[in-house]
C-alpha cells in the first residue's frame, strides 16, 4: 500500500450497499430470465412440464436449486468484483475500495470467504460499534479494509490498464482527417 486511506464509515458502507443493490437486482432479474427461457424451451421440446404450478415463475420459485443459483451468483457478483479491482459498481461511484492489511494480494478464494462473512451486509453493523477502527465483521476475519479513495486514486483504479484518456477539447480537424486533409498529405 502505497498510500494511506481513511477507512469508510458506516453510512458510506450503507450508501454503497443500496447502490449495489440496484446493480444485485437487475443481475437477479437477468439470472430469471434465463432461467425462465431456459424453461420455455424445454416445455416446447416436450422434456418439461408444467403441472401443479400456475406459471413458469410459481415453478421456479418453489425450487430450491434456483434459490441456491440465485445466492451464489449474488456471492460471485460480490466475490469476482472484490477480486478483481477491490471495487463494485457502488464501491466506485462513492470512491470506496476493499485492499488487504496484511499486504497479501485480495484473492478470489479471499474476496469470496469476504463475501460470504458480510452475512448480506449485516456484518457492518460492528462498524457502529467500534466506530475507532471502523472494522467490519468481513473485514477482520479476511485481513481486509474498506478504504475512502481520493478522486485521483479512484480513477486510477477505475482506469487501471486503460491508456491515458482522450483529450476533453480535441478539434475536429485533428480527430477526423478530412478530404482536403489526405489530399495536401499526398501532393
Known amino acids: 500500500m502505497s498510500e494511506v486511506f481513511p477507512r469508510a464509515g458506516f453510512f458510506k458502507r450503507l450508501s454503497v450497499i443500496v447502490y449495489d443493490l440496484l446493480a444485485v437486482i ?35 420459485n418453489q425450487q430450491w436449486w434456483f434459490k441456491v443459483e440465485t445466492v451464489a451468483v449474488i456471492w460471485g457478483f460480490y466475490a469476482w468484483f472484490w477480486h478483481d479491482g477491490g471495487q463494485t459498481l457502488g464501491m466506485r461511484a462513492w470512491r470506496v475500495k476493499i485492499q488487504s492489511t496484511n499486504d497479501e494480494p485480495v484473492t478470489f478464494i479471499r474476496a469470496a470467504k469476504r463475501a460470504l462473512f458480510a452475512l448480506f451486509g449485516l456484518g457492518n453493523i460492528l462498524v457502529l ?17 474498506m478504504v475512502v479513495l481520493t478522486k485521483e486514486a479512484n480513477k486510477q483504479v477505475y482506469l487501471r490498464g486503460i491508456e491515458e ?23
Open 26 to 60: 437487475a443481475l437477479c432479474m437477468l439470472l430469471s430470465i434465463i432461467n425462465l427461457g431456459a424453461l420455455y424451451a424445454l416445455q416446447a421440446f416436450g422434456l418439461f412440464e408444467l403441472t401443479g404450478y400456475q406459471d413458469h415463475s410459481a415453478y421456479l
Open 129 to 145: 460499534l467500534m466506530p475507532k477502527t471502523k472494522l467490519s465483521l468481513q473485514d477482520r476475519l479476511t485481513n481486509t479494509e
Open 165 to 187: 484518456p482522450l483529450p476533453k477539447k480535441a478539434h475536429i480537424d485533428e480527430a477526423v482527417p478530412t478530404e482536403n486533409a489526405v489530399k495536401k498529405n499526398y501532393k
